[in-house]
């Protein structure tokens, strides 16, 4: 052997006990050193706002209400309206009792429960949603952008909490629906964590809605739209004819399955094409013109 090569042999094992480990060896490895703790970050407000004293109690109306406690600090992270830039908001909150229904309350002016402020809500939630990035590196791009520290877990309760503040849109959309004119369904399988199941889309020319079902049995499409008196268009699932109301099978969906038989059938002579004057398709009218003549 060289002895200018006895060094870089020694080097290439310079740490090779540290990448394994022994239940009997006579040599002494390396202990890693400790974790440390995880620095907390403090966040100081960049504005104190004071929320008013209420003029009655919410509950019965009452004049005589009082100071009932101490007073209460929270802190919103928010987005400023011409940029992204963090800024942090502090209320400070009295709590207050009412002499005659002895009910305890908070000031007025304060009506987001966490301490986040609904524009980082809806900007991670639009960055789940629309651009489909995981949760976990949602967090991580927040606390890199705007030096907070919040968690993947953080940014699930986000999502909970914009599907509880637009329940009452949602629930509207769906009724607006179902009382239109016209209305596209379809629904499609997926998969999820418990297994499968199935997502239903009901759309208009301006507007749209989805809801989930864990079968494809179509119950609550029928009563949902037990009421409706405009034009249906759909495949050809048969739960759909039950729905009473002027219907028109989507076109689309017909092309398809007659793609699927030819290629299945490829020499079935009774999957030819038809002359013009017998085609089915030269008579069909569109929706809006079954619209326009009632």
Known sequence: MFPALEAINKAAYWDYQRERVYVKSRYKTKCRPARKAKRRIVLRPNTSIECPRPSKCPACNSKLIYRHGGKRSATLIEFMRHGVKRWITQYVIQRYRCRACLRTFYSPGWHWT?????????????QNIE?????????????????????????????SAAAQIYEHTYNELLKGLSRGRLLHIDETSISIKEGSGYVWVLTTMEEVAYFYTPTREGSKIQSMLKNFSGVLVTDFYASYNAVECPQQKCLIHLVRDLNEELLKHPY???????????????????PMDMMRQG
């Open 114 to 126: 966490g301490k986040y402020g609904p524009d980082l809500v809806a900007y991670t939630v639009y």
């Open 131 to 159: 651009l489909r990035i995981p949760q976990s590196l949602i967090a991580v791009g927040i606390n890199q952008l705007f030096g907070l520290d919040i968690t993947r877990n953080m940014t699930n309760k986000f999502k």
């Open 268 to 286: 079935d002579d009774g999957l030819i094409p038809v002359p013009l004057d017998q085609n089915p398709c030269a008579h069909w009218r569109s």
